[in-house]
């Protein structure tokens, strides 16, 4: 599958932890750096995502915020 988002990170999910109808998917990048995403359940299901899995996250924003 090819995607028009131009920040990929590929890493493998380190935690997941579903809510009642919300996961919080958490995907080690490399570098001890972690992203952590909020997808459906049914994203989850659907995807068949487990720990230990290689996946991608995949970030398309309008508006980037930096603090410091």
Same mark, same amino acid.
């Given at each position: 599958?090819?995607?028009?988002?131009?920040?990929?990170?590929? =890493?493998?999910?380190?935690?997941?932890?579903? %809510?009642?109808?919300?996961?919080?998917?958490?995907?080690?990048? %490399?570098? %001890?750096?972690?992203?952590?995403?909020?997808?459906?359940?049914?994203?989850? +299901? !659907?995807? %068949?995502?487990?720990? =230990? +899995?290689?996946?991608?996250?995949?970030?398309?924003?309008? !508006?980037?915020?930096?603090?410091?």
């Amino acid at each position: 599958m090819k995607l028009s988002a131009r920040n990929q990170l590929k =890493g493998k999910v380190v935690e997941l932890r579903k %809510g009642q109808t919300t996961a919080h998917v958490r995907i080690e990048i %490399g570098a %001890g750096a972690v992203i952590t995403a909020s997808i459906t359940n049914e994203a989850v +299901d !659907d995807l %068949g995502l487990k720990v =230990g +899995d290689e996946a991608w996250a995949v970030i398309k924003a309008s !508006d980037v915020m930096v603090g410091k």
